[in-house]
């Protein structure tokens, strides 16, 4: 089940004369991630420095930013959280690949959208929160590592907020706009629109984006079947001022994907929908010095449905349905005295997590075989976080601290009873204290910014974790129990960032480190006999003693003129566990160069990029050595005027030399994208 | 056709049965029936007294058979509570005759209501046929009573009764209790007789029956947490734990220990060997 793919090493050779070539005729473009605020909407604050997260910016209200700092607008989400410092991809297939940040998965991480929580509905992790949003829907992404998510919940490895577009007031009447992109490798279409009005009482955005693709190809044009997909997504956003400083605010999105293919894994997926809606009020003044008071409701409802109908060999068919819906708010405002600035935020949500397994035997006599694989499971969680930004004499500090409840309930008798097989004496509720506590440092020596922070957090157990029925990871080809006994992962986190900005060039050294305890794995029992057809055995989920990651990154950006700009980083990551053992998922050393150039109605980029070989890999978790490789991507545009509005045009290559390669977080070892020659056309109606 | 034959002998006799009950002229009282939510698989009128057999089940199957029995005054329409009554199902082949192992009959807290369990070991067919002998008494008189009963494979088809001769020569029955099966761990119990003459099938004691439940439509695999069934003095039968871990069809493997711990029947299910010869079969 592991690798169906021969492995041919085969790195861009840097001398090849139409590198050489393309450097001179390419323009330099700016860098697609911003390291500071996002364009836009924010006024720049001394404390906001202090935020110690990534943005990426995926969309501004100015089109022109947008389409100049992207050197593929269209791609999707995917792409655009790869390109961040931090987030690496766990990769499965061509679609929705699951994000990691400081090499933690998502149980370890808090994934929103405009702060509310989602979480998937697939056993098998098919569907991070990533796919079922798009690029159209999003302006920015807001990355914050470690306990500096604690804002949106308990985590470990941090929080990524996905934040929706939103006119936000602001007069600009009627805008529209038609976008279309076209992608050679999967022959890929991408279709979008949106239609927007807004003034100062009111606003109403509506987008849609719909993509379709075939099997891509990966380098030395081996075909990966299975790699299909179809989605599309719509969503409206409005605002109504009921008065000068109350909004009210209204979000909706629906996405539903057909048809995805996962080369990876023995399943792919016939269905994958997502209702997510929410209404804000949003207040400047709110009672006595409390300012800027937000409150939140919002429900989403995932359904997920796993399907092996279309591949032609399985030892046995199943049917894999998954649902999870959540329901929560959020009320945080903010009061600022003396040198202090308070925000404080109370949250909560519920979720329902169900999924369901049924096989149809090879003799039709005999019935289905059907089991609880997620036994709806409800967790309550409400929480309350409050944050202190300082501003000393000579730095800025701020202090952080979350608490929260949870309890897991197992709603569903049937499912009870599996569990109990494994856990008699399980009781059908728990509750979990969670806490974070934080403390992070900023000042500026002359022109060097130096932060540095401690934190301490906590973090339960995921459903799949703690009440998880024989999942089959089919990456270590084993079947997973949950351990509803599992004690809290902890973790104690250090970093450290230092900074020089300069006139023309800015140099950044970053490192974490965190010591876990308690570190949530599967661990093989060998009294466990399989349940899965081929698989090599069961783990059940425990507790690691300790275990131990860090990631040290440096970065660099050069502007040679205004136009010409340069950006690199390179980055080692490391983690283990007290026996020293490796854990999976880590990543080998990466890096990134890219140079862009922009300059009236042009702009363009090249990127190289790339990863060492991967020697601190994890057999037990089914790694195997994953060999270096580099890339390399041209992009070239053009905005033209037409008709009174404007046209932009990118197109550009990915991949230009046909590698064939596979990183470390690649499921199985399946191939990436080999050459892909991609176009976007983007029509502005003002 | 030899079920539809049976089935009309039976409507006969019991249309017959029922022709011939009393016909007075005030309508009998009507008795409270504390069986009405079991099925009446067979009745029989003698002695002025209408005996009912009554099952969970629609009708005797082979395998294990929990029974309750009423014995009904016509006279007088009332349940007879507090006799004494004793059981002898015998099967008449075309060359011998043998018994079943059967449990004694016990009255319920409900007095009118006896209860016991016959295991049958194989069903009726055209030629051969199962007879039960009931005695009876109560007030100082005992009664006789022998009807052909009519006993059929279970609906569903599933084996749930092993007759074998084990490595000690001597021949066993084995028959799985009832069970409502559910994905969790289930208390499976087992009845076990040694056939020692034809007449004669003695509770067998201290043995230990090892179970091994597997999904051969699924890779034949088991599940995790089983436990073998023991001997339970005080019920008289064997108890332990079926572990299921998802609904569809389950074959428990079985192997019989005696009570040195030698195997006298079955095998234990490996790569080349997919079930053993002794076995009980489910399906939910």
Redesign the interface.
Known sequence: MKSNYSFRAKSACIKHPLVVLGLCLMSIFQSKLQAQEPIGFQTLDSILTIDLKEVIVISSFKRSIEHKSQPNPLSTLDEYLESSKKISMVKRGAYAWDPMLNDMTSERLSITIDGMRIFGACTDKMDPITSYVDVSNLSDVQVKSGQQGAQHGNVIGGAIDMRLEKSNFKPLGWTAAVETGYETNNTSQIVGGELNYSDENFYLDNDIIYRKAENYTAGGGEEVAFSQYEKYNLSANAGYKVSDDQKLLASFIFDEARDVGYPALPMDVSLARAFIGSLSWVQSNFIGNLENWESKLYANTITHIMDDSQRPDVPIRMDMPGWSDTYGFYSQTELSFDNHRFMGKIDGFYNRSLAEMTMYPNNPNEQEMFMLTWPDVRTLNTGLYLEDKINLSDGILKLATRLAYQSFHVADDFGLNSLRIFYPDMDQRQTRTLKSVSAHYHKQFKKWHVSGGVAYGDRAPSVSEGFGFYLFNSFDNHDYIGNPNLKNEKALETQIKVTLPLDNLELGLEGNYFHTWDYIIGEIDPALNEMTIGADGVKIYTNLKQANLYNVSMDMEYKFTPELNWSGRVSYHRGTDHNGRNLPFISPVDYRSQLSYAHGSFSGSVTLSGAMDQTNFSPTFGEDRTPAYTLLSLSLGKTFSLGGNTLYVKAGVENLFDTYYSTYSDWNNIPRMGRNFFMTLSYAIN | MKTIKSLIILIALSAGITSCSDNNENPMPVTENPLEAYNLTSSFEANGHMLELYSEKEGLTTGYNELYLQIKDLSTGEYIPNATITWNPVMHMTEMSHSCPKSEISVTEEKTVYKGFVVFQMASNANEYWELNLEYSFGGTTYTISETIEVNAPTDGKKTVNVFMGADDARYVLAMMPLTP????NDLSAVLFKMESMMSFPIVEDYTITIDPR?P???N?????NEDLIYDATAGNYAGKL???????WKINLQLLNANDEILKGESVTEENESSSLYFEI??
Do not use: D, Q
């Not at chain 2, 559910?182 to 761990?185: K, L, N, S």
């Open positions: 559910e994905v969790a761990i999904m439509g699924m890779g695999h088991s599940s995790p947490n572990s299921l871990t998802m609904t569809g069809y399906e939910f």
